[in-house]
């Protein structure tokens, strides 16, 4: 039927085809120009989004200026909102697209360095350049033992004591001012009675006492020059023995210490008993007070070799008691004066 159609009406024909040509092009132009504004309308919301984002930048260095790499940088921001960059090798760093108008928390961290931390907000389209981030160094902490050693702390004080002298020149050396000394060791006790007796105050002392018994003309000694020698001689025999004895032997086989601790405190009554009692009653090596058996020790068997070498008119049991009740005497009276007169004339005393 169509074939007749056409045939009978070729017009007809052309016609509808030209018009179907007609639309097809139209369709096509229409099709066109959506995608256009499309393209358009997408271009258009890019640049708006762009216009309304900003960005961060900065640059890390430590406090000499000197640039951080490898640090991190993080930008914290509402709803778990995260955004994290690591520095270069110059110490910058960038956030391109920021959302404006919101509080970032901005940490920095760096290996070696403190950490870095500062609120920030950015403006639509703003690039913000952050000032100054410097890192200060981490401090290295380091574990240190402090062990405190009796021995070295006693050979201080010790070597204190060694210095000590009255009126500048005369050794005060069996004397501490310390208030809580250590104990000391044998080796260190003998190192006081070698200081002792080898100081040549020990020599003048003993001359001097010497003299004084030429004049008393006792022990039973002859007169005159030679005399005078025998009472010298058997006076640093003496002194020397009681010395090695009291204040070096005994002391480190009893474990006693043979110096005498300076109170300089409390009443005078207190003091003066504290310094009478001194030559009887000690400290141990542990602290704790005991009969001075050093001391007594070291009277007695010095009185005792004095029959060795004094004239036989004045051996005997009365000689040694008599010189061991003159040792202990003395040394009473040697406590009083440190007590209450050398403490004042002592060097070392006075630097305390």
Known sequence: MSMMYNNKYPWADRLLRAFLNLIH??????????????????????????????????????????????????????ADERLAAVTTDDGSFAFPNVTPGIVYQINVTAEGFLGWSSSITVEPGQEKILGEVKLPT?????????????????????QAEEHQRVLGFIPNIYVTYEPHPEPLTAKMKFHLAYKGLTHPTFFT??????????????????????????????????????????????????????RYFYRGSGTKGSRAWHAILAPFVCQGDNGKSQPNYSQWGGSLISASLSTAYYPESNRGAGLVFRNFGTSMGLHIVLGLAQEFVLGKFTSKHKDQ
């Open 25 to 78: 092009r139209l369709l096509l132009i229409g099709l066109v120009g959506e995608l256009g504004l499309v393209v358009s309308a997408s271009a258009q919301s890019i640049e708006a989004v762009n216009a309304k984002t900003g960005s961060i930048r900065g640059t890390v260095t430590d406090v000499g200026d000197d640039p951080v790499s490898d640090a991190t940088v993080v930008l914290h921001g509402p």
């Open 138 to 158: 981490l401090a290295v902490q380091r574990a240190v033992t402090v062990t405190y050693s009796s021995k070295e702390v006693a050979a201080q004080q010790l």
């Open 205 to 258: 002392f003993e001359g001097l006492w010497a003299g004084v018994e030429q004049a008393a003309d006792t022990p039973n000694y002859r007169l005159g020059a030679k005399g005078y020698g025998e009472r010298f001689g058997a006076n640093l025999a003496s002194g020397t023995s009681e010395a090695l004895f009291g204040n070096a032997i005994l002391p480190s086989l009893l474990h006693q210490d043979p």
